[in-house]
């Protein structure tokens, strides 16, 4: 059975899994409202599901059409837009935000205040350090080019990205790549290279005792 508090707000469909605690004024199920050069889909949203023993804390929003797995914890004031699939035991920190039509893969955690950009992929145990941000168009907002080009980064099996790092619109982290805090990532990153500075540059090889696999 769910926890839902008095405060908070579950539209009707929404679906609850058991132990699913929605903590003080939290919004799940919440349809988008669009402007009108939104690039975002607008057909008629299915409601969104929520995973066994996952926690929506304290002024969490989960917008309709999305899935969110099992033991996650959306943190509080974090926002999860429409069509986002959230695999299971991932975290999403507080005022953190993932934009509509993104995949995050089990395991991710994704630090307070990260900005993940609509039409990201973000694969299994991925590490998003605290005010990353994510870009998904190079032509903010002009022409109508743009939208046939519009997608967010490919962020590679445990790869990690720094603190405060910035990915240019398309690339690709390789797995268990490493971005270094304030990188601008303009290109893609080779798997297990480690990258710095503005723009991101290889230092050298992610170390052996660091990677995933001897975790």
Do not use: W
Request: proline residues 4%.
């Amino acid at each position: 059975m769910a926890e839902i508090h008095p405060t908070a707000t579950v539209y009707d469909g929404t679906v609850l899994g058991q132990g699913v605690r929605v903590l003080e004024n939290a919004v799940v199920g919440k349809q988008p409202s669009l402007g009108a050069s939104s690039t975002a889909k607008r057909e008629p949203l299915p409601s969104a599901r929520i995973g066994d023993g996952t926690v929506i804390s304290t002024g969490a929003i989960v917008f309709a059409g999305s899935s969110i797995g099992a033991n996650c914890i959306v943190g509080d004031q974090s926002c999860i837009r429409e069509r986002v699939t959230l695999a299971d035991d991932c975290i999403l920190g507080r005022g953190s935000l993932i934009e509509n039509d993104t995949t995050v893969g089990s395991g991710t955690r994704i630090q307070a205040d990260a900005y993940v950009t609509a039409y990201s992929t973000l694969e299994e145990d991925v590490f998003i350090a605290p005010c990353v941000v994510t870009t998904n168009d190079n032509f903010m907002g002009r022409t109508e080019r743009r939208h046939e080009l519009i997608k967010g980064p490919t962020i590679r099996r445990g790869a990690r990205i720094g603190g405060g790092a910035i990915l240019l619109p398309g690339v690709e982290i390789g797995e268990d790549a490493f971005v270094g805090a304030g990188a601008v990532v303009t290109k893609d990153v080779e798997r297990r290279m480690l990258v710095v500075g503005n723009p991101a540059r290889v230092m050298r090889g992610v170390l052996e005792d660091e990677l995933l696999e001897n975790q």
